[in-house]
């Protein structure tokens, strides 16, 4: 069930109902502004990744500012941007499941869309589905570039894939996906130009293979938050599929650039705003966020601007907060902004954006696919 708004456009943000999901606007902005200047000069596109925020009224502001369209990882997702009004949507993904199959094709009167294979059985899959529909579905190829996750192995076997694609009366091939996943958290920023080195060497084998073969690869996919510099001056990736760069999270904060600082390119633009619930004692504050409101799988989330402060431990509905001697009390009722270390799996616990400038509520945004896990 929808909850109603935690809040309404001109009030303080010292008077949101938390926990809230809330969006500083103007960070938030810098960052879709930023991502498309440093994409610009390379001629490389953005296909945002929606898994991050699930929400077509950010996809939009996000092709506003040049984005081709975006990408998704379930057919519920595609489902929501399609009918938000977003033209061009990848499942970067396998999709498995006539049901699931059958309700992808459909979004194709209203939306172009495209799904990823690494299996024979799943190309058969698609072509039922296709013809069953009556249209022709465009089909990428996932090659495993590093992530050992899904994909099949670059070279000789994707463009086997490739050719049974081009072969298929209702199927066109659409290109690679090359998603180097477990590149993106890696901390040095050379082993993360490593890791994305050997992913772009297996992908320029597979495009020269499939050239080979007279097989054109429009798309070569792929490219996260903390790569997508390297894949972008690559020279074989066609577009970029970067999702949390739009709200960045703890854990992205965490890497590192060439002088062994915090990368700095992106803003923390996504709190989840808590409210101290308990105060016992000098060191202790308990807020009203815990697991049902903030994603740890990626460590703790930060105090926003109070690193005297640490959020050491959450239980369903509670943050316990330490802080030493020196630092004024945190005092019960007081409204804090917590920085997520995952901001995907923390936006899915939300019905609503509240978006923030100058200390006010402007603007309030449904998290439209939350839940859509199908």
Same mark, same amino acid.
């Given at each position: 069930?929808?909850?109603?708004?935690?809040?309404?456009?001109?009030?303080?943000?010292?008077?949101?109902?938390?926990?809230?999901?809330?969006?500083?606007?103007?960070?938030?902005?810098?960052?879709?502004?930023?991502?498309?200047?440093?994409?610009?000069?390379?001629?490389?596109?953005?296909?945002?990744?929606?898994?991050?925020?699930?929400?077509?009224?950010?996809?939009?502001?996000?092709?506003?500012?040049?984005?081709?369209?975006?990408?998704?990882?379930?057919?519920?997702?595609?489902?929501?941007? &399609?009918?938000?009004?977003?033209?061009?949507?990848?499942?970067?993904?396998?999709?498995?499941?006539?049901?699931?199959?059958?309700?992808?094709?459909?979004?194709?009167?209203?939306?172009?869309?495209?799904?990823?294979?690494?299996?024979?059985?799943?190309?058969?899959?698609?072509?039922?589905?296709?013809?069953?529909?009556?249209?022709?579905?465009?089909?990428?190829?996932?090659?495993?570039?590093?992530?050992?996750?899904?994909?099949?192995?670059?070279?000789?076997?994707?463009?086997?894939?490739?050719?049974?694609? &081009?072969?298929?009366?209702?199927?066109?091939?659409?290109?690679? @996906?090359?998603?180097?996943?477990?590149?993106?958290? !890696?901390?040095?920023?050379?082993?993360?130009?490593?890791?994305?080195?050997?992913?772009?060497?297996?992908? !320029?084998?597979?495009?020269?293979?499939?050239?080979?073969?007279?097989?054109?690869?429009?798309?070569?996919?792929?490219?996260?938050?903390?790569?997508?510099?390297?894949?972008?001056?690559?020279?074989?990736?066609?577009?970029? @599929?970067?999702?949390?760069?739009?709200?960045?999270?703890?854990?992205?904060?965490?890497?590192?650039?060439?002088?062994?600082?915090? $990368?700095?390119?992106?803003?923390?633009?996504?709190? $989840?705003?808590?409210?101290?619930?308990?105060?016992?004692?000098?060191?202790?504050?308990?807020?009203?966020?815990?697991?049902?409101?903030?994603?740890?799988?990626?460590?703790?989330?930060?105090?926003?601007?109070?690193?005297?402060?640490?959020?050491?431990?959450?239980?369903?509905?509670?943050?316990?907060?330490?802080?030493?001697?020196?630092?004024?009390?945190?005092?019960?009722?007081?409204?804090? !902004?917590?920085?997520?270390?995952?901001?995907?799996?923390?936006?899915?616990?939300?019905?609503?954006?509240?978006?923030?400038?100058?200390?006010?509520?402007?603007?309030?945004?449904?998290?439209?696919?939350?839940?859509?896990?199908?």
């Amino acid at each position: 069930m929808q909850q109603p708004p935690p809040a309404q456009p001109g009030m303080r943000e010292d008077e949101i109902d938390t926990p809230a999901l809330v969006i500083d606007l103007d960070a938030f902005e810098y960052n879709l502004d930023c991502m498309a200047a440093i994409l610009a000069p390379t001629g490389v596109r953005l296909r945002a990744h929606a898994k991050t925020h699930k929400s077509p009224v950010i996809a939009h502001r996000q092709i506003a500012r040049g984005a081709i369209g975006q990408c998704v990882q379930k057919v519920a997702e595609a489902e929501i941007l &399609a009918w938000g009004g977003v033209a061009d949507i990848l499942v970067s993904n396998e999709i498995v499941g006539a049901q699931k199959l059958a309700r992808l094709v459909a979004l194709s009167g209203i939306s172009k869309v495209a799904v990823c294979v690494d299996d024979a059985a799943q190309v058969a899959a698609a072509e039922r589905a296709a013809a069953d529909a009556g249209v022709r579905l465009s089909v990428l190829v996932e090659i495993d570039v590093g992530a050992a996750r899904c994909g099949v192995a670059p070279g000789p076997a994707a463009v086997e894939l490739a050719l049974a694609i &081009a072969k298929s009366k209702h199927l066109r091939f659409g290109g690679l @996906q090359a998603y180097q996943g477990s590149a993106q958290h !890696r901390r040095g920023v050379e082993e993360r130009k490593t890791l994305i080195g050997h992913a772009i060497e297996g992908s !320029r084998r597979t495009v020269e293979q499939l050239r080979q073969q007279g097989l054109d690869c429009p798309i070569v996919g792929g490219g996260g938050t903390g790569t997508f510099e390297i894949e972008a001056a690559s020279g074989i990736y066609t577009e970029i @599929q970067a999702g949390s760069y739009a709200f960045m999270d703890a854990d992205y904060a965490r890497n590192l650039d060439a002088a062994g600082q915090p $990368v700095s390119t992106f803003r923390h633009a996504l709190f $989840v705003l808590a409210t101290v619930m308990s105060a016992p004692r000098h060191g202790l504050a308990v807020l009203d966020a815990g697991h049902k409101a903030v994603s740890i799988d990626s460590g703790m989330p930060t105090l926003w601007q109070r690193p005297d402060i640490r959020y050491v431990s959450a239980s369903d509905e509670h943050g316990k907060l330490e802080y030493g001697p020196e630092t004024a009390a945190v005092k019960l009722g007081e409204t804090l !902004r917590l920085v997520p270390g995952h901001c995907d799996p923390t936006v899915d616990r939300f019905d609503w954006y509240v978006g923030v400038r100058g200390g006010r509520v402007e603007c309030l945004w449904p998290v439209a696919a939350r839940g859509g896990v199908a």
